[in-house]
């Protein structure tokens, strides 16, 4: 079935460093994928989403390529903030159910 | 309303209860799923509803769980004769399906805050 791999974290970085959370997936056909980002206290929001091959998603200085050559869909951002600290998941969808990978937690330090 | 609403937003329960989990989704969306997280996990699919009917339940873990939207919105998770193991977040999302935005598939899913089970 239709599955999707993140890598492990927690991720630590200092302010405006480079972001790269790893995402790669396997789906029959040809899914649409995003990345939803959970606040602490908060709940699921969608940050991204990029619906064919080639495809670059971005939102809030985040920015994901959709591979379909690699299956990948990592995100990425040029400098973090320490208010991006949250738990990352990379999710794909086929004609009707959303599934997610394991979350990356994000924490960046002054 | 303006968002997905979840109640009750906190639950705790002795083994062996019963429960329900309300969820209300955004007026007008057609597509209406359950998900469960819980600790350090991601999101897992339960139950999606199209409309009224359950179009897809495989994610359901047991006859313990069963969930209803009689009348195409508001929806109830059930969750009888309740374990520890059935501790975790239930997470309610719903979307629609606009003309002209392509394939099913891109549909963007609006996640409600979650309904946090205990199960003592």
């Known amino acids: 079935g239709d599955s999707v791999t993140q890598m492990e974290g927690p991720v630590t970085l200092s302010e405006e460093a480079f972001l790269t959370i790893n995402c790669t997936y396997t789906a029959t056909g040809y899914p649409s994928l995003f990345w939803y980002v959970q606040y602490p206290g908060e709940g699921l929001q969608l940050l991204l989403k990029a619906t064919k091959a080639d495809d670059k998603g971005s939102n809030k200085g985040f920015e994901a390529t959709y591979r379909k050559e690699t299956t990948s869909f990592h995100l990425e951002k040029g400098s973090v903030q320490v208010s991006d600290s949250a738990v990352y998941f990379c999710?794909?969808?086929?004609?009707?159910?959303?599934?997610f990978g394991t979350g990356t937690r994000l924490l960046v330090s002054p | 309303g303006a968002g997905v609403s979840q109640t009750p937003s906190n639950k705790v329960t002795e083994k062996g209860k019963y429960v329900e989990l309300r969820c209300d989704p955004i007026?007008?969306?057609?597509?209406l799923y359950w998900y469960r997280q819980s600790l350090g996990q991601g999101p897992e699919f339960l139950i999606y509803f199209q409309g009224t009917g359950a179009a897809d339940d495989s994610g359901l873990p047991n006859d313990r769980f069963f969930a209803v939207r009689p009348e195409g919105s508001v929806s109830t998770l059930k969750i009888q004769r309740t374990e520890r193991g059935d501790s975790a977040v239930y997470l309610c999302a719903s979307s629609s399906f606009v003309p002209g935005q392509g394939a099913i598939g891109a549909n963007v899913l609006t996640f409600g805050a979650g309904s946090r089970l205990t199960v003592l």
């Open positions: 999710a794909l969808k086929g004609f009707q159910k959303l599934v």
């Open positions: 007026s007008g969306h057609t597509a």
